[in-house]
């Protein structure tokens, strides 16, 4: 069984990486990767996977990886990801998602069309959630309300258009907000992790940064939505859509809550206008009821288990940073 992950050094792909490697498969697996630049995340993971370094804007170069590895599994998880960017670069992610996933399709329709590909959307697709739509399953209309939303909605559409088109067997799914050690802090929990870190090492004053406290997210460990994505691609229906996430929502604020209860540090908040979004929903919440009925996933991290081994990795990456002798800590 040969598979292919794209961005397998990503915060996702080096997750899945790693379940993939540990799930049982033995030599049946043949486990192939792409990488743009940093492999820091798959370091350990070396000897145990065929990396192939490039860049998936370059079409000639994804269809020889595509040529060569010929997999019957397809992760595309190559992506711009952070939300709140998008408005700063909108031409960069709309290239970035819009051109990788084409030309990545193209290369699977000339070469290997009957291999299964997951094309990996989001639930900003949704964008202006309104209450009534409350929970969000696939039949919420798509009304993006961001430059990322956007492009995740081409992606989503192109997916299905290929399957339509060329009989590519590609499974689509809408993530929903997830966390976990290891994620950038671009995003939520671990940018507050990641301060209360370097607060309890004297890196910064205890003032810890906010931005909107009272949204309200579906969040669901990224170590739980790997297993989901592995069960879509394997289970799921061609051509169809499956929302992914826990099935409730919880306010931004309550994040921050857990994550303080698990420091001794008084710690003061303050609220940052730079984080704060051009335009926001007030809460969010998926049905995951359709991946549930059809691959029997269900979530088995808890949120209090999550945002403790988010800070953790923030506690073990900030005490591992160098350190000048001269620094007796913040004043």
């Not at 081409?154 to 299905?160: N, T, Y």
């Not at 061609?238 to 826990?246: A, H």
């Not at 994550?259 to 809460?283: G, M």
């Not at 403790?308 to 005490?319: F, Q, S």
């Amino acid at each position: 069984m040969r598979v292919l992950i794209t961005g397998i050094s990503g915060f996702v792909g080096s997750v899945l990486a790693n379940y993939l490697l540990s799930s049982g498969f033995g030599r049946s697996l043949e486990l192939h990767g792409t990488i743009h630049r940093a492999d820091s995340r798959i370091q350990n993971l070396r000897g145990r996977l065929h990396l192939h370094k490039g860049d998936l804007r370059n079409p000639s170069w994804i269809e020889r990886v595509i040529a060569t590895v010929r997999p019957d599994y397809t992760f595309h998880l190559a992506a711009w990801s952070d939300v709140r960017a998008s408005w700063d670069q909108p031409w960069a992610v709309y290239e970035l998602n819009i051109s990788c996933q084409l030309n990545l399709l193209e290369a699977l329709r000339r070469h290997t069309p009957e291999t299964r590909v997951l094309a990996v959307a989001s639930s900003e697709v949704y964008g202006l959630v309104e209450p009534d739509d409350l929970p969000i399953d696939e039949s919420t209309p798509l009304r993006p309300n961001s430059p990322y939303g956007v492009s995740k909605v081409a992606q989503d559409l192109m997916a299905q258009q290929y399957g339509y088109s060329y009989g590519i067997s590609a499974i689509r799914v809408r993530s929903f907000n997830h966390i976990g050690p290891g994620q950038s802090d671009n995003f939520v929990a671990s940018a507050f992790a990641r301060q209360i870190a370097e607060i309890e090492s004297g890196l910064q004053q205890p003032v810890l940064k906010v931005g909107n406290l009272e949204a309200e997210r579906d969040y669901t460990d990224v170590r739980d939505m790997v297993r989901a994505y592995w069960l879509a691609l394997k289970y799921g229906e061609p051509g169809g859509v499956y929302n992914i996430g826990s099935g409730s929502s919880v306010p931004v604020q309550k994040l921050l809550d857990v994550l303080l209860e698990l420091s001794d540090v008084q710690i003061t908040v303050e609220q940052d206008p730079k984080r704060l979004r051009p335009s926001d929903v007030s809460r969010i919440v998926c049905d995951p009821n359709r991946i549930l009925k059809e691959t029997g996933w269900v979530p088995e991290f808890t949120l209090r288990e999550s945002l403790a081994d988010v800070l953790k990795y923030w506690r073990e990456t900030v005490r591992a940073l160098p350190r000048d002798s001269s620094d007796s800590g913040v004043l």
